[in-house]
Structures are given as structure tokens and as C-alpha cells.
């Protein structure tokens, strides 16, 4: 049984269109996070909620907003695509005060 | 800037090698800290971690990583690598009032030749 998964593992699309990430935990955490993986393999964090409510906010376009509906999910939506949105996005979750964040697969994301 | 530095981005090693990877972190504090695994095409995968206690912390697969506060150093090691071990890893710190937000160096590639 998959702790984090995310859909769709794979995006291919056109630079302009709006595309969603979707992120589901079954851990029972309350925290959970967005992190983009460019093509160097470097990790860098976008988004965080707690409980619902967002905490960390990086420098990150407002083409891209996250959604929250309740503390097991976490969505990622992006408008008007650009080519540098290409990379793959990891959502995780942890248990607040606990420190270790557990990963979904990853979506793809290329932007052609 | 406070950030995490790996200083080995490209690893080769034959089987049976011995290996060590340097992580250095510059926030001050109590800080936790971190390896996580990332074989190819798969997500991460926590190594192990450290919190407090015993500054040598073993995790899984036979690693193990000395946390020198000294040095504001983590690094990685392990005794005999195997061809399995040919990944990508990541260290990471989770700073003082960082909302669990974990900060990653930018990976070492290890490459593992039987």
C-alpha cells in the first residue's frame, strides 16, 4: 500500500496550458510538502501545510498555487506553463516535530 | 547564505571500495540532519538520520554517518560498497525552527562498478 503517491507520474504538455499534480498520504501526518527536482538533481522546497494551513511559502511564481482540501491531500496547480517548469515534482509528508519527510514517486513535468 | 555543501558531485567506485561522502551544513543551533537514498528513477528513501545521542548513527544497508558538531559535519559512510548501491544521495538539515523544512545539499552521484 503506497504511503505517498502522487498522479500523474508522467506530464507531457505545451508551454501556456494549465496543468494539476495531484498528492494523497495514507501515513495519517499532518504535515505535507512540495519539493522540484530540476535537471541537475537539485532539491528545493516550494510549498509546506499543516493541518490544512500553509506554512512555508519559498520564492516560488504565483503561477503556482497549492491546494489543500483536507491533511492527507495536497495538490499542486501551475498556470501558463513555462519551459522551466520542467522537472519532477516530489510531495512528502512528515508528522510535525517528528523531522523525517517520506516521498512520493515524483511527477515528470515536461514542458515543450 | 546558510545552505547545505556536498563536496563529492561524482562518485566511481569499484565493488568492495570503501566510501565516504562529506556533507557540511552552515545553521547554527540544534539542527537534524540526514541522508536519503535515490536509486534510479525511484524516490527518495531515508539512509538514516540524527537527532541527538550517539554522534555515530547506523541506518540501513550497512551505512553509517558521524555527525562532528565541531565541523558542522554529517558525513556518509560505508565500509564495502556493492554494485546496488548505485545511486544518487542527498543530504539534508532540518534548521533550527524550520517547520520540519528540510534544506538538501545537491547530491552525490555514486557510481558503483562490479
Known amino acids: 500500500d503506497t504511503a505517498v503517491s502522487q498522479t500523474p507520474k508522467y506530464l507531457v504538455t505545451q508551454m501556456g496550458n494549465d496543468k494539476s499534480i495531484k498528492c494523497e498520504q495514507n501515513l495519517g501526518h499532518d504535515t505535507m510538502y512540495w519539493y522540484k527536482q530540476d535537471s541537475k538533481k537539485f532539491l528545493k522546497i516550494m510549498f509546506s501545510y499543516n493541518n490544512k494551513e500553509l506554512i512555508i511559502n519559498e520564492t516560488v511564481p504565483n503561477r503556482f498555487s497549492p491546494k489543500s482540501p483536507d491533511k492527507a491531500h495536497l495538490n499542486l496547480h501551475i498556470n501558463s506553463l513555462e519551459l522551466g517548469d520542467s522537472a519532477v515534482y516530489f510531495c512528502?509528508?512528515?508528522?510535525?516535530?517528528?523531522?523525517?519527510?517520506?516521498f512520493g514517486e515524483g511527477s515528470r513535468l515536461t514542458v515543450l | 547564505a546558510q545552505s547545505v555543501s556536498q563536496h563529492n558531485h561524482h562518485v566511481i567506485l569499484s565493488e568492495a571500495a570503501s566510501l565516504e561522502l562529506g556533507c557540511n551544513y552552515s545553521?547554527?543551533?540544534?539542527?537534524?540532519l540526514f541522508w536519503y537514498v535515490q536509486y534510479p528513477g525511484q524516490h527518495l528513501q531515508l539512509l538514516l538520520k540524527?537527532?541527538?545521542?550517539?554522534?555515530l548513527v547506523k541506518g540501513i544497508k550497512g551505512f553509517e554517518a558521524e555527525f562532528i558538531k565541531s565541523k558542522f559535519s554529517f558525513n556518509l559512510r560505508k565500509p564495502s560498497v556493492q554494485w546496488s548501491d548505485t545511486a544518487e544521495y542527498f543530504c539534508?538539515?532540518?534548521?533550527?525552527?524550520?517547520?520540519?523544512?528540510?534544506?538538501f545539499g545537491a547530491g552525490t552521484r555514486l557510481a558503483v562498478h562490479p
Open positions: 512528502a509528508s512528515s508528522q510535525m516535530g517528528a523531522g523525517e519527510l517520506f
Open positions: 539534508a538539515v532540518n534548521p533550527p525552527g524550520g517547520y520540519n523544512k528540510l534544506i
Open positions: 540524527y537527532f541527538s545521542g550517539d554522534p
Open positions: 545553521y547554527g543551533g540544534t539542527v537534524n
